[in-house]
């Protein structure tokens, strides 16, 4: 089992800043590829970027990248989401999430675990 807890979510204003965590605990954390989704009212879960377990391959969705950087420091067990330029329809809970195999980073079937999410919210 790993163990996923978020944090870092808030409120911001459009063309603000936020930095969001996702420390974990279990299994060893470098075995797994991580990524991050949010997910806002009414709409389906999306993915928001990914990092493979060296964090030698990072991915982005279309919508923030540029924007978003996604980072992982094995050493600590946590992964991080920094976010600038952010939107108001960045507004979502964000969710990190944890798989073991490679591929598929893209899709949420194919995370094992999740945590329970951070509320960001950007006022316009």
């Known amino acids: 089992q790993v163990q996923l807890v978020e944090s870092g979510g808030g409120l911001v204003q459009a063309g603000g800043s936020l930095r969001l965590s996702c420390a974990a605990s279990g299994r060893t954390f470098s075995n797994y590829g991580m990524g991050w989704f949010r997910q806002a009212p009414r709409k389906e879960r999306e993915f928001v970027a990914a990092?493979?377990?060296?964090?030698?391959?990072?991915y982005y969705a279309d919508s923030v990248k540029g924007r978003f950087t996604m980072s992982r420091d094995n050493a600590k067990n946590t992964m991080y989401l920094q976010m600038n330029s952010l939107k108001p329809e960045d507004t979502a809970v964000y969710y990190c999430a944890a798989k073991s195999q490679s591929g598929g980073y893209y899709f949420p079937r194919f995370y094992h675990y999740w945590g329970q999410g951070t509320q960001v919210n950007v006022s316009s």
């Open positions: 990092i493979s377990w060296s964090g030698g391959s990072i």
